[in-house]
């Protein structure tokens, strides 16, 4: 298992964290996924691959990239 950093952009209420939440764990190979709206990024567990993740975030309406380490 593996996990995978996103940055999420277009967020702005719960309802929206909400949503990508929900998305995300909907993507076969997700264990786990948590989102943080104050920091726009989500933390992801399982096996799914990044471009899946980043597809099912653009599908509900917000962006998405695979965040990458300062």
């Known amino acids: 298992m593996s996990q995978t950093e996103l940055t999420i952009t277009g967020m702005t209420c719960a309802h929206c964290q909400t949503s990508v ?11 786990d996924a948590h989102v943080k709206l104050s920091a726009g990024t989500a933390t992801v567990h399982g096996t799914a691959q990044p471009d899946a993740l980043i597809a099912a975030v653009l599908d509900e309406g917000y962006g998405a990239q695979v965040a990458h380490p300062q």
């Open 21 to 31: 939440t929900h998305a995300l764990n909907a993507v076969p190979g997700v264990t």
